[in-house]
């Protein structure tokens, strides 16, 4: 069963950094994009950050400049670091992965469970 797991959530004064990690694990043939979203009370889930199995990256305006999104293909991991954070930066943060399953050969959209980003001022 492929699952995405994440990691690294918790809450941090303003200008502090938290570094989010996200594993996907099971039967994965290939992990093409990959990224984070996040979804603050009351507001709608929105792109944070994407990356593309070739490295190219995509930035949500409000963390350009202070969060970096990498990958590793061999783990099918993604990490998000993310440095001088602000209190509007407190949300849910989720993976989301579109992976090509290995014994299926079926390309899907996963999401992990989301993790809590506090940032306090």
């Known amino acids: 069963q492929v699952q995405l797991v994440e990691s690294g959530g918790g809450s941090v004064q303003a200008g502090g950094s938290l570094r989010l990690s996200c594993a996907a694990s099971?039967?994965?043939?290939?992990?093409?994009?990959m990224g984070w979203y996040r979804q603050a009370p009351g507001a709608q889930r929105e792109l944070v950050a994407t990356?593309?199995?070739?490295?190219?990256?995509n930035y949500a305006d409000s963390v350009l400049g202070r969060f970096t999104i990498s990958r590793d293909n061999a783990g099918n991991t993604v990490v998000l670091q993310m440095n001088n954070l602000k209190p509007e930066d407190t949300a849910v943060y989720y993976c989301?992965?579109?992976?090509?399953?290995?014994?299926?050969?079926?390309?899907?959209?996963?999401w992990g469970q989301g993790t809590q980003v506090t940032v306090s001022s």
């Open positions: 989301n992965a579109d992976l090509l399953g290995a014994i299926t050969l079926v390309r899907s959209d996963y």
């Open positions: 099971g039967s994965i043939f290939r992990a093409n994009n």
């Open positions: 990356i593309t199995r070739d490295g190219v990256t």
